[in-house]
């Protein structure tokens, strides 16, 4: 069974600065990679996927990620931090049987 | 615009009392979901339908149900909540359901259980 794990709870960083928020997962077949983010009081909302092809991935808002598939990772990065990117993100995968597993998220904290 | 629309926000409701939360979506999608999400923890899916074939998960607690009438509404029921019940639940949609999609979620109705 395919499984998400997200290191770091909370992560701060300051504005301007590289945001980088870490995911691993356990797959038994080739996944699909997800990044949702929920800012408060909102539904989640799909930032980028990988299923094929290029593994790096370009989202909205300036996101992206990288699958590395040696690393069994997929970690999110923004090269300079807002104060709006102020959220909680969730990782996710699905290993094709129509169910998205999700990561506990990791809330983002802006630094003036 | 509102495409997943989850009513209300916020229910309190009593130990043991029978609720329900709704949900409608705009998007004509044959799939909605809906998912529990306790504090600090991940979104956890409970069941699903696919047009109106329910899938429940494995994990699903018997005292959780639901009903499709048509495309575009979807209910969960708690019969008897519980304070372990107490959680964001998320409704959310895709176009059909395959593995890559995306999914389209509501804004959660946030449940008390006193």
């Known amino acids: 069974a395919q499984s998400v794990t997200q290191l770091g709870s909370h992560v701060s960083v300051s504005e301007g600065a590289l945001v980088l928020l870490r995911c691993n997962y356990s797959?038994?077949?080739?996944?699909?990679l997800f990044w949702y983010v929920q800012y408060p009081n909102q539904g989640l909302q799909l930032l980028l996927k990988?299923?094929?092809?290029?593994?790096l991935v370009k989202g909205i808002n300036g996101f992206e990620a990288e699958f590395k598939k040696s690393e069994t990772s997929f970690h999110l990065t923004k090269p300079s931090a807002h104060m709006s990117d102020a959220a909680e993100y969730f990782c996710?995968?699905?290993?094709?049987?129509?169910?998205?597993?999700f990561g506990k998220g990791t809330r983002l904290h802006i630094l003036p | 615009d509102a495409m997943v629309i989850q009513n209300p926000r916020y229910q309190v409701t009593q130990f043991g009392k029978p609720v329900t939360l709704s949900c409608s979506q705009t998007?004509?999608?044959?799939?909605m979901y809906w998912y529990q999400q306790k504090s600090s923890q991940a979104p956890k899916l409970l069941f699903h339908?696919?047009?109106?074939?329910?899938?429940n998960e494995a994990d699903t607690p018997d005292n959780f149900q639901s009903r499709r009438p048509n495309t575009s509404f979807c209910f969960l029921d708690i019969r008897s909540p519980g304070l372990g019940d107490a959680a964001m639940y998320l409704c959310?949609?895709?176009?059909?359901?395959?593995?890559?999609?995306?999914?389209?979620f509501g804004s959660g109705t946030q449940l008390s259980v006193l």
């Open positions: 998007l004509n999608h044959n799939v």
């Open positions: 990988y299923t094929t092809g290029a593994t």
């Open positions: 959310a949609t895709s176009r059909v359901g395959q593995a890559n999609e995306k999914l389209f």
């Open positions: 339908y696919y047009d109106k074939d329910f899938n």
């Open positions: 797959s038994s077949v080739p996944p699909y």
């Open positions: 996710a995968v699905s290993d094709r049987d129509d169910k998205i597993i």
